[in-house]
């Protein structure tokens, strides 16, 4: 490695203020703590995952644990009464019950935009099927949005009629994704 490291060694500034200790890269001098707090700072604002810097009588090695996706919290269904179908090439309407809806049934329409899954893993049986029975808080399904899979959740006891979304589809807020009748 040739040259400084821009905000900790000579003729650079950190923070607003000139380094007081100066460690250029041929090891003339000792690194002491301030320069190794100030390489750690810069790190951690920097968005590498893993620094190494190695010279004749020192080395020092960095590195960001990478984690796995968050999983976002549970988000419990919100079925709206049922209302008018929606118009022709509209946007479905939150709550919307289909043409040819059963009587007395209420939509469970997506909370956000992602891929609606019905099962937590391809080989893995799916969460509900026509004529399931749930309980408040059981699993209906997972939409998956920017790599974080969210739980959908029932919010009250109910039975599916039917399901209206195709595994693996792209879901947009307020698309129908169950059929239910409360239980």
Partial sequence: MTGCLPGIFPGNTYNGKRTTSVMPI??????????????IDKFD???LSELSIEEKDFSITLKRELTAAPVAAPIHAAPAVGAPAPAVNA??????VEAGGTEGAEVITAPLVGTFYRS????????????????????????????????LEAEFPCEIVKVLAQNGTMVEFGTPLFEVRRI
């Fill in 120 to 151: 937590p893993a391809p080989d893995a049986p799916v969460f509900v099927e026509d004529g399931s029975r749930v309980a408040l808080g059981d699993s209906l399904c997972i939409i998956e949005a920017m790599k974080i899979m969210n739980k």
């Fill in 45 to 47: 604002d920097s968005s």
């Fill in 91 to 96: 946007p479905p309407v939150e709550g919307a």
């Fill in 26 to 39: 041929d090891g003339r001098k000792n690194v002491d703590k301030t320069d190794i707090e100030q390489l």
